[in-house]
């Protein structure tokens, strides 16, 4: 079955941390920019963060620069997203995507309105005192 599966979502305080994992099952990952994305109900997707196929190229969202770190082992076929300090507002489902069309990252994360090749079913981050 071709999937991408996220894990690692959860209730965490303010300042906390989380790591969530996407996992591909299918097919292989090497061959694909890989993107993290959050929506927040009331609120559009937005581009967290993505990373490239091979030259290690990532993308982060001003929001989340310098707290969220982006990393695959393609050996696991699996990319990381480490959530560091962590806000009430980062609250939001989490959902990891993959294509293969796409060229970089900010084309990615920033700037493409249409459909991915894959897409996870998400994970719920939740921030709250």
């Known amino acids: 079955q071709v999937q991408l599966v996220e894990s690692g979502g959860g209730l965490v305080q303010p300042g906390g941390s989380l790591r969530l994992s996407c996992a591909a099952s299918?097919?292989?990952?090497?061959?694909?920019?890989i993107g993290w994305f959050r929506q927040a109900p009331g609120k559009e997707r937005e581009g967290v963060s993505c990373i490239s196929r091979s030259d290690g190229s990532t993308y982060y969202a001003d929001s989340v620069k310098g707290r969220f770190t982006i990393s695959r082992d393609n050996a696991k076929n699996t990319v990381y997203l480490q959530m560091n300090s962590l806000k009430p507002k980062d609250t939001a489902v989490y959902y990891c995507a993959a294509d293969g069309g796409i060229t970089t990252v900010r084309a990615m994360c920033a700037e493409w309105r249409g459909e991915y090749d894959y897409w996870g079913q998400g994970t719920q981050v939740t921030v709250s005192s």
């Open positions: 299918g097919f292989t990952l090497d061959y694909y920019v």
